[in-house]
């Protein structure tokens, strides 16, 4: 990483234009001016604000019925008549867009890019609550493009509740049952490690048991072995042989991973 001030030195001196910093073959140069390895440009290609107008309808009482309680006191009754109205109100829409770029100082490749896009919008009426300004919802769009590009450029943890399978379906071992109960209370007690273990070995016992496949493929994708956790679903969900929430689940998480896992190495230039 190098500092702002750093950056805004060089510049300065020699007398790069901010536009000038979104060509590939500029940035590089200043990268290596100022030893990074990478270094990261952008465009803004959208920051503004649209309104529109509309109307809401609104009613109001004109007469209400007098009533007279046991005492002779009146009191106001319900409404006899209504009178209806409308009242001027304001959407507001606020759009922010710009395309990072992260280029590769000692190649000059562009190794990641994107178009990062965020909408934000209120709405408010003259006889309630006012609309927000624009200032409030560009900068809600700018902190969401920020997320997203954060999300994309920093290690982040996501956190994923994934059920076990506990059927001893195709399990005619006795311990091999024994060995996948045992798992499941290690895995209930944070020992994936004990667990994944013991299902490996009822799989010896008890190949046919789709629950233990599905335990094991569990295990895979914890230690990050994306690959081999999609084939041990797989072969789950074929020897289940009907449709399973758990299972379908699983699927589809590991394909979307390891298709993100491609583009990462594609951008990367790896194969």
């Known amino acids: 990483l ?17 536009s000038g910093l979104v060509d590939p073959k500029t940035a590089v140069k200043l990268g290596k001016m100022i030893g990074a390895q990478g270094i990261y440009t952008g465009v803004v290609t959208q920051n503004s604000c649209s309104d529109s107008r509309y109307a809401e309808k609104r009613q109001t009482c004109t007469q ?21 109205y409308h009242v001027q109100c304001t959407k507001r829409v606020a759009n922010f867009a710009v395309s990072p770029k992260l280029v590769d100082v000692s190649t000059g490749r562009v190794i990641y890019s994107r ?3 965020a909408v ?17 919802l560009l900068e809600q769009a700018k902190a969401s493009v920020k997320n997203q590009f954060r999300r994309d450029i920093a290690p982040y943890y996501i956190t994923r509740e994934i059920r076990l399978i506990d059927s001893t379906n195709g399990i005619d071992s ?11 209370e290690f895995a209930g007690h944070d020992r994936m490690d004990s ?18 496949l599905y335990n094991l493929g569990v295990c895979a994708e914890s230690r ?17 042989g009907k449709p399973d929430d758990d299972i379908s689940l699983a699927l589809t998480r590991v394909g979307e991973a390891i298709k993100n896992r491609g583009k990462i190495k594609e951008a990367l230039g790896q194969k």
Do not use: H
Not at 174 to 184: N, P, Q, S, T, V
Not at 224 to 240: M, P, T, V
């Open 174 to 184: 006795k311990e091999a049952k024994d060995l996948l109960k045992r798992g499941l």
């Open 224 to 240: 990050g072995d994306l690959d081999a956790a999609l084939n041990l679903y797989r072969q789950s969900d074929q020897i289940l």
């Open 64 to 84: 209400y019925e007098m009533r007279r309680d046991e005492k002779g006191r009146t009191y106001q009754g319900p409404c006899l008549r209504w009178r209806a």
């Open 120 to 136: 934000t919008n209120s709405s408010g009426c003259e006889d309630a609550n006012p609309v927000q300004s624009e200032t409030v």
């Open 2 to 18: 190098v500092d702002r001030a750093s950056i805004d030195k060089i510049i300065s001196e020699m007398k790069f234009s901010q």
């Open 195 to 212: 667990a994944c273990e013991l299902w490996g070995q009822a799989r010896n016992l008890a190949p046919g048991s789709y629950a233990i």
């Open 115 to 117: 178009n990062l896009s």
